[in-house]
C-alpha cells in the first residue's frame, strides 16, 4: 500500500515563529488532506489539497502531485497551534480509505 | 450543522466482553469511516460505509469487529470478546463528497 512521511516528528517554536511541515508519499493520489488533532485528541480537516495551494489565514498548504509531496506552511505561530499535525492521502477521489502519516508534534512556547 | 457525535467518549472494560460504540455522522453525509488509532500513531482505517452499504474493510478488522449502518443513518461498531490490544481510540467520520472527511471526538477504548 501506499506509504506516507511525514517530517520533522517533531518541531519546538517560540510563539511569533514561522515552521514548514512536509509530507512525502510514495505513490500517486487523488485526495489529499491535512489535519490538525488537539491537545484534547480531535481532528480537524484544515486543508483538502490534493495539488495546487491553498490558503487559511496563518496557514497555507502546496501540494506538488507529480513529485509526490505536501508541505503546510504555518506563520506566526501561537501556542493555540500546538498540537499534531497529520497528512492523509487516498489514491482515489471519493475513496472511504485514506492512509495517515505518524504525524508532526507541534509544541509552541509563549 | 451539529458535526458528528461519538458515544461513549471514554470506555473502560474488562478481557473478554463486548463492547459497541455509536457514531452520528453530520446529517447529510452519505459516507461514513471508521478508524482506530493508537498512542503516537495515525489513525488507521477500518472500514467504509457509503449509504448502508458496507464498500471496503481493512485487513485490521478480524472476525471480532463487526459494524453496521442501518438506513444509511447512524452506525455502530461493536467488538467481541475484547482483548487488550483492542485497546485504542476509535474514530468516526463522514463526508458527503468523498474529499474532506471530518471526524468525531473519538471513543477511547481501555481493556483491562
Known amino acids: 500500500g501506499i506509504q506516507v512521511e511525514q517530517s520533522p516528528p517533531d518541531l519546538i517554536l517560540q510563539e511569533g515563529a514561522n515552521s514548514t511541515l512536509r509530507c512525502n508519499f510514495s505513490?500517486?493520489?487523488?485526495?489529499l488532506q491535512w489535519f490538525h488533532q488537539n491537545p484534547w485528541g480531535q481532528l480537524i480537516n484544515l486543508f483538502y489539497i490534493p495539488s495546487g495551494t491553498k490558503q487559511n489565514g496563518r496557514l497555507s498548504a502546496t501540494t506538488v502531485a507529480t513529485e509526490r509531496y505536501s508541505l503546510l506552511y504555518i506563520s506566526s505561530s501561537q501556542t493555540t497551534d500546538s498540537g499534531v499535525y497529520f497528512c492523509a492521502v487516498a489514491y482515489n477521489t471519493n475513496a472511504g480509505k485514506s492512509t495517515f502519516g505518524d504525524g508532526t508534534t507541534l509544541t509552541v512556547k509563549p | 450543522d451539529t458535526g458528528v457525535s461519538q458515544d461513549p467518549r471514554h470506555k473502560i472494560t474488562k478481557r473478554g466482553q463486548n463492547v459497541t460504540f455509536r457514531c452520528d455522522p453530520i446529517s447529510e453525509h452519505n459516507r461514513l469511516y471508521w478508524y482506530r488509532q493508537t498512542l503516537g500513531q495515525g489513525p488507521e482505517f477500518l472500514t467504509y460505509?457509503?449509504?448502508?452499504?458496507?464498500?471496503?474493510k481493512s485487513r485490521l478488522l478480524s472476525d471480532r469487529f463487526s459494524a453496521e449502518r442501518p438506513k444509511g443513518s447512524f452506525s455502530t461498531l461493536e467488538i467481541q470478546r475484547t482483548e487488550q490490544g483492542d485497546s485504542a481510540m476509535y474514530l468516526c467520520a463522514s463526508s458527503l463528497d468523498g474529499h474532506t472527511i471530518y471526524f468525531g471526538s473519538g471513543t477511547r477504548l481501555t481493556v483491562v
Open positions: 505513490d500517486s493520489v487523488n485526495n
Open positions: 460505509f457509503q449509504n448502508e452499504a458496507q464498500l471496503e
